[in-house]
């Protein structure tokens, strides 16, 4: 009867036990899985439009800007599914952690062989060995690993903000390469007309050869920069869809908006920067939360210090005899070591990751304070091109009067409009400046600017 009992226990225990269950993978239905991905999935526009509007029953707006695409990123992203995975695993372990250990069975089983005549010569019964943690170790190691999980659900944050700053990075790219092509499709028009009116002097003897030449080889420039723009232009398409995680034909259907590009912050107080850098930054929570996870692991290796408990209640057949024990068992004696080396490894340790905090948040505000520097230089440089181009602006537009006023010539105000394009490319080049450094204070930061941050300016 007792062995039956024994039996039904054993089974049942088994039968909660969790088994495998195998997820094979095939590179060739992954692929074909990532060759499918366009943003016409209606996953990822109740996804897009959620986060966007709170209803996932609104449509996208039809032209995909910073904001959109960051979203698909966060949707699609393999980092992003690495890192939640990662956290994933981390909150398991807090249910490790968690989990009492187990009591053990016991069958002690002897013989005796000159056993007294009359008496059973089998010793046998059945105990449990059920193991008692004191001074709190279970709290302690569940407080570790709860705050190493909450480092790492911060650390989806920190792989959330790398994404969208190299998103940021490559639209910033896609658009100045765009506007680049643009302006200089503008100014080979206007070379071509130079180069065309100074061969026509050239034949009849008003213009010398080097100066035609002079010409044709800043067309020919013209040219290859136009070239290396389109091509730029390829290539952060190529970037953008890397960086969303879908193929590059995902983006041959959208248009892609740069209103972002167009916005210029006039003042920006380093000390407001500073302070959302600090407060802010997944890094450096996800470090504070290492440390704190720290911690507790000393506070756990000082539990350790006092010995566990295992009681251990019984039944023993003895030669005829009914024997019920209750034996205190596993108590190790501290003679030859208190845990100090344990100890003197997670004290030594809480010091290496407080460092790594202080490390983490003085480059934080380096970067806040150089990007806020870079910013305001930037800015400057903007103004006095802007400044450049506008009474560039105002002498082409006199010298479009004497010319249609029979005052000058054509070839006159060609030249006067090709030095207008060029301008216009400086003045280009100086907003994409400002933009690169308004990327470089937002990644310091790990906080997007918006209009309504600061006052601003759209150009």
Request: net charge neutral.
């Amino acid at each position: 009867m007792k062995i039956t009992v024994v039996s039904y226990l054993i089974v049942v225990l088994l039968s909660s036990c969790a088994s495998f269950e195998p997820e094979p993978i095939s590179p060739a239905d992954t692929i074909a899985a990532y060759e499918a991905r366009t943003l016409d999935n209606p996953d990822l526009q109740r996804y897009v439009t959620s986060h966007l509007h709170g209803d996932a029953g609104r449509r996208v707006p039809s032209r995909w800007d910073l904001t959109t695409l960051t979203l698909a990123a966060f949707y699609f992203s393999p980092e992003l599914d690495v890192a939640r995975a990662k956290a994933a695993t981390d909150q398991a372990a807090v249910q490790t952690a968690g989990q009492r250990p187990n009591p053990s069975l016991q069958f002690p089983l002897a013989y005796t062989t000159n056993a007294k005549a009359g008496e059973s010569p089998y010793t046998y019964g059945l105990g449990l060995d059920i193991p008692i943690e004191t001074a709190g170790k279970r709290g302690y190691r569940v407080a570790q690993a709860q705050q190493l999980s909450n480092a790492a659900r911060l650390n989806i944050g920190n792989v959330a903000w790398q994404v969208r700053s190299r998103l940021r990075s490559h639209m910033l790219n896609l658009y100045a390469a765009m506007r680049k092509a643009q302006i200089l499709e503008q100014q080979i028009t206007i070379q071509q007309q130079i180069v065309a009116m100074l061969d026509k002097r050239l034949t009849l003897g008003a213009a010398s050869a080097p100066e035609a030449n002079q010409a044709h080889i800043a067309l020919a420039q013209n040219r290859v920069d136009l070239a290396k723009a389109q091509q730029q232009t390829q290539d952060e398409r190529a970037q953008i869809a890397a960086t969303i995680g879908v193929p590059v034909a995902a983006l041959a259907k959208i248009q892609i908006s740069f209103d972002a590009f167009e916005h210029v912050y006039p003042a920006i107080p380093a000390n407001d920067a500073r302070r959302q850098a600090i407060l802010n930054r997944a890094d450096l929570l996800a470090a504070l939360s290492k440390y704190e996870a720290s911690q507790a692991a000393l506070q756990l290796e000082i539990a350790r210090q006092y010995p566990d408990i295992h009681i251990g209640p019984g039944y023993t057949f003895d030669a005829g005899a009914h024997k019920f024990l209750l034996p205190v068992s596993g108590i190790s004696l501290p003679l030859f070591n208190q845990n100090q080396g344990p100890i003197a490894e997670a004290s030594a340790r809480r010091k290496e990751v407080a460092a790594r905090v202080n490390a983490v948040q003085a480059q934080a505000i380096n970067d806040t304070e150089r990007a806020t520097q870079n910013y305001h230089a930037a800015l400057g440089n903007l103004q006095l091109a802007e400044s450049l181009l506008s009474a560039q602006q105002r002498q082409l537009q006199a010298m479009q009067k004497t010319f249609n006023a029979g005052e000058t010539d054509r070839l006159t105000l060609a030249l006067a409009q090709h030095t207008f394009y060029i301008n216009t490319l400086a003045r280009q080049d100086a907003l994409v400046q400002v933009q690169g450094s308004i990327g470089q204070l937002e990644d310091a930061m790990q906080r997007p600017l918006s209009l309504s941050d600061f006052p601003a300016v759209v150009e």
